[in-house]
């Protein structure tokens, strides 16, 4: 009976929230290490948790914890399943002809990789969307005798819908590029070729150049999820070994036609972004501290805009990064967005004043700052969704 009622409140929740047309904003902690558990100081627990969307963060520092509240929160005991089940709908949005943007925000080492590309034995958000992506693909074209063609999109300025049309065939096409240093890498064709992001005069945005490529099945976009994934730039550093420092977009866009209607146009962008933590902290110089800048132009020209939003200023300063450009209609556009904020569930990542009395491999002091940008998130309304049709 309590799970009825909980299971309703979150219905009209997310009826609201579609309404209003917000970025939905989820919060995920995650297991805490050994390293981290070590270092734990007895008493309060860092991290606690209300209902499932509340998130009470305890500051050693200040000796009070703090409540934040969100469209979902995950504990530590969260599966990738059940994140999937919340985000799950947005599939059928992508079908449906709508913009959708998945985007996963934190420190190096917090679980933003976990949860969207995930190991192979328990994937993450893309392999389990873009998986209920052909299924729903499949049950309308079986059981509403609809008929349904996914086919190319035109992105880039040399491939064509007409062309898409004249093979025929049912795929969707998957791109993915990172952001490194203001540059824009296709890691689907590496080259020295730099790319340019384009702002459109209808408010999308395009990189001419970025190579497209046709898939027909889930297998297709995760061998290409996977070829880019070993061309991603990873320059190790005292924070993380494995830190990535890059950003990185995949996107995926389906065009079907029902059987006298229109053909609806839907794309997805399943986005790990770099780690939010500052420069100071993570000890690199040199090509590194470039990197580190570079990171961080892009996540502050994030945050710029996303104050920016907020206030609704009347402009808004999307072009000052790359990174900023290309999301463009995913914060403050014709978009479904979803925002993941990934945590650390220990006392030493909290907040600054607890920077440097310990030396972890983790940077420290980004919890309470990405919930509290997490908390501004929220406060952006999207223009209302809108399904584009070709
Ligand atoms: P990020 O991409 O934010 O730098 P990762 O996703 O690489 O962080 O996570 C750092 C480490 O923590 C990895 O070893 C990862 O396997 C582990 N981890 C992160 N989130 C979870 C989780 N929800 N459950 C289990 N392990 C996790
Ligand atoms: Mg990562």
Not at 228 to 244: G, H, L
Not at 266 to 282: H, M, P, Q, V, Y
Request: hydrophobic share 30%.
């Amino acid at each position: 009976e309590k799970y009825k009622v909980a299971m309703e409140r979150k219905r009209l929740h997310n009826l609201v929230l579609d309404l209003k047309g917000n970025i939905r904003v989820f919060v995920r902690v995650r297991p805490i290490n050994p390293k981290e558990q070590a270092h734990e100081v007895p008493g309060e627990p860092t991290c606690d948790f209300k209902d499932d969307n509340q998130a009470g963060i305890f500051d050693e520092q200040k000796q009070s914890r703090k409540w934040y509240e969100f469209d979902q929160v995950f504990s530590p005991s969260s599966m990738q399943a059940q994140v999937f089940e919340e985000a799950k709908p947005l599939a059928t949005s992508v079908l449906d002809g709508f913009n959708v943007c998945i985007f996963a925000y934190g420190q190096t080492g917090s679980g933003k990789t976990h949860t969207m590309a995930g190991p192979s034995s328990d994937p993450g958000l893309n392999t389990r969307v873009l998986r209920e992506l052909f299924r729903i693909r499949d049950e309308r074209k079986g059981e509403y005798d609809i008929k349904f063609s996914m086919s190319v999109t035109a992105r880039s300025p040399t491939t064509s819908t007409h062309e898409a049309e004249a093979h025929g065939r049912r795929w969707a096409r998957a791109d993915r590029s990172e952001i490194y240093n203001e540059i824009i890498r296709d890691l689907l064709a590496p080259s020295a070729k730099k790319l340019d992001v384009k702002l459109n005069a209808d408010g999308s945005c395009s990189v001419p150049g970025l190579s497209a490529h046709d898939v027909s099945k889930l297998d297709d976009v995760l061998t290409c999820i996977d070829s880019a994934q070993k061309n991603r730039a990873v320059a190790s550093t005292d924070m993380n070994s494995e830190s990535s420092r890059s950003h990185s977009i995949v996107t995926v866009r389906t065009e079907n036609t029902f059987k006298g209607d229109k053909t609806y146009v839907g794309k997805i962008n399943l986005i790990d972004l770099a780690g939010s933590e500052n420069t100071g902290k993570s000890g690199v110089s040199g090509q590194g501290m470039k990197e580190a800048q570079n990171i961080n132009k892009s996540l502050s020209a994030l945050g710029d805009v996303i104050q920016s939003l907020v206030a609704r200023n009347p402009h808004t300063p999307y072009r000052n990064s790359k990174l900023t450009m290309m999301l463009k209609d995913s914060l403050g556009g014709n978009s479904k967005t979803l925002m993941i904020v990934c945590c650390s569930p220990a006392q030493y990542n909290v907040s600054e004043p607890s920077r440097g009395r310990l030396s972890l491999y983790l940077p420290a002091g980004e919890t309470m700052s990405s919930l509290n940008f997490a908390s501004r998130a929220r406060n952006v309304e999207l223009g209302k969704a809108k399904r584009n049709t070709a």
